[in-house]
């Protein structure tokens, strides 16, 4: 942790936004908090919480945490009733989210609505956006209705259990539902 500590006041961006901090110790300790949980891999694999002494330690054997292949299909199983387009094309979406779940979710929904892979593949924007809140989560409280990080605590968790996500399936499903008009019918078939 020290390490990481030291990386991070080495860093000229990092070091003037703690110096202009009103809490410097509390920014200091959340950058920390942030850098750790990308280093053990990002938002869905591990929450690292307030106590920072098991950060290290490895899961216990039985731990019911889902692998990331696992919890995209199962998403993409939650969703695809509401998608409007093929099963494996949806899967496509998920896991584009899913990859990049350690980088910052407060910019990952408007990256992705502008990464020209995505683009170039037939997505349109409101397709990524409504994909975007419905597997990360919507901002600013992402970890309330992330459908991919509840699948990856748990294995056998299901939308019903949960008001909120049953609401992000619910709005991704209006969202999509104006899915003709994205202009690309033919590669909805791919």
Known sequence: MSNTAVDILARPTSLAGLKNAYEQWTYLYAMI???LSKQLGGFF???VGGDLT???E???PESPLTSVDEAVDQVTMFLAPHAGMTAVRLRGLVSYFAERGDRNLSHLHSAAAKDPDLLELGYCRREILAAANAVLGARPRHWESSLLAEVIRDRDWTPEVSASHRASIEKFRRRMSGHSSCGHAS???A
């Open 187 to 189: 590669a909805q078939a």
């Open 54 to 56: 098991g950060v290290c």
């Open 58 to 60: 490895q899961p216990p």
């Open 33 to 35: 908090r942030r850098e």
């Open 45 to 47: 694999r591990v929450d």
